[in-house]
């Protein structure tokens, strides 16, 4: 049995949009349209305030126009306005987490921030394979993540119905580094 892998993108919005000392964050949305594309599909962000400067960031990583994966666009709006489009190409697990646009105005210590969080979800395929006349499959996770910790329930079947064993892996990821151990209840 051959699963397809998909792929969706839950856009979650947390306004807190502060003003310190003239610059402000007014807006930021997601302007691509679809709040659930799906893998290889781009998600665009748009983020409009008030200020001179405007950087993107994903987590704690400066968001450059430089790489291959984003597409950073700045318009200068009115004087004293600032907008950007920041287009994430072709998403993945991977881009998960919390989008910041950080607004500054130049000679001013003070950063006016938002931030947008993308839950990207997958459904995991399974591909099984005949060896030795036993029906074996495997669960591929790709990109796995603390957040895939847990039990998964494996029910094997035939024309005769479902197997009276079903087997209980439990997966425990450990660290950030995506190193994981497999645990299997009988």
């Known amino acids: 049995m051959q699963g397809t892998s ?4 839950a856009v979650v919005v947390i306004c807190s949009g502060t003003q310190t000392g003239g610059q402000v ?6 302007a691509s349209g679809n709040t659930e594309p799906s893998a290889g ?3 665009t962000l748009s983020c409009r305030g008030r200020g001179d400067l405007l950087q993107w960031r994903h987590g704690h990583h400066n968001i450059t126009p430089s790489e291959d994966r984003y597409h950073v666009e700045i318009i200068k709006e009115k004087p004293k306005a600032i907008k950007s489009n920041l287009t994430i190409m072709h998403v993945t697990l991977r881009d998960s987490g919390h989008y910041h646009c950080q607004i500054t105005k ?3 210590d003070k950063v006016a921030e938002d931030d947008i ?6 459904n995991y395929a399974i591909r099984s394979k005949q060896e030795s006349g036993l029906h074996l ?3 591929l996770i790709d990109n796995v993540t603390l957040k895939d910790n847990g039990t998964y329930k494996c029910v094997a079947s035939n024309s005769e119905g479902p197997g ?10 450990q660290g950030s580094c995506g190193e994981c151990w497999w645990w299997v209840v009988e």
């Open 41 to 43: 599909n781009n998600v």
């Open 117 to 122: 969080a993308l839950h990207v979800q997958g």
């Open 106 to 108: 130049t000679n001013k």
């Open 25 to 30: 964050v007014l807006e930021l949305a997601v």
């Open 164 to 173: 009276d064993r079903p087997g209980e892996p439990i997966l425990i990821v």
């Open 137 to 139: 499959s495997d669960l």
């Open 6 to 9: 998909l792929l969706s993108v």
